[in-house]
C-alpha cells in the first residue's frame, strides 16, 4: 500500500494510475489522515481470441534435431 498527500497525488495523478493498475492500493491523505483509497475498478476481462497467433510463429523442420556443440553428451 502506498500513501500519498492529495498535493502530491494531483501533481502524479498519471503516476499514481499506473500503479493503481499494476495492482496497488493507493492511499490520499489530508494532513497525514487517509481519506481516500485508489483501486483498481474490477471490470470485465477481455475475452482471449483462440489461434490468434496464427501464421506469426514457424518452427523449423530441424526444431528437435541435436545440437552439434552436445554430439559429445549423446554418445
Do not use: C
Not at 27 to 56: D, E, F, M, Q
Amino acid at each position: 500500500m502506498y500513501q500519498i498527500n492529495i498535493h502530491e497525488a494531483k501533481t502524479h495523478l498519471s503516476k499514481l494510475i499506473q500503479k493503481v493498475m499494476s495492482g496497488e492500493e493507493v492511499i490520499i491523505a489530508k494532513g497525514n489522515k487517509p481519506v481516500a483509497k485508489l483501486v483498481r475498478l474490477k471490470g470485465k476481462k477481455a475475452k482471449r481470441k483462440l489461434g490468434s497467433a496464427k501464421g506469426k510463429i514457424k518452427i523449423a523442420p530441424d526444431f528437435d534435431a541435436p545440437l552439434k556443440d552436445f554430439e559429445d553428451y549423446l554418445r
